[in-house]
């Protein structure tokens, strides 16, 4: 069974985007999911060797399975339509069925050389986050799909080997709205 969902609230923060380490907080109308994710694939790391002014970079994220292990809360409400209890079932770890899978999508330009470093460029982005749970029995799986609008804010810095080229010190997403 799918349920479509929407995010209502949402953190993502993001370190140096080539280890891809960060937290996630996202909350919907009947759910919450608080996770670190580890090892997420950004497309901010393709700056790691400096970007132009005015070159168009990936701010797209990946991560799933156990790189995004963390924990999930329905409230009664929800628990009680679909059958479950509302403990915080841990998602992710290597003894835990049930999975999260976090997919950020959109993408910026680095900044004019004129500007300073450590300048913050925000930039619009969707959310799209799916948690697949193993109800026992029947062993079918419950899939929540939820969407959201988010702000990405990119930090950039001067790129140390060549001045006049940027990279991505850090990115942080914050869900605006459904």
Known sequence: MMIAASIVFGLLSFGDPVVGDGSVNLSGVHWTFL????????????CYGGCEPGQTVSLDVYVNGNDLPGDYSLDAQAAARLGMNQDTPEVGWPDS????????SGTTTAPADWRP???????????????????????????????????AAVTW???????????????????TRP
């Open 97 to 104: 069925p049930d999975e999260a899978e976090l997919k950020v």
């Open 157 to 175: 810095v001067k790129y140390v080997a060549d001045p006049g080229y940027w990279t991505v010190a850090n990115v942080s997403y914050v869900v």
């Open 35 to 46: 996770a670190g994710a580890e090892l997420a694939v950004m497309g901010a790391a393709d």
């Open 117 to 151: 470093d450590g300048f913050i460029k925000n930039t619009p982005v969707t959310v799209t986050f799916t948690l697949t749970h193993w109800r026992t029995p029947p062993l079918a799986p419950l899939e929540i799909v939820a969407t959201g609008k988010a702000v």
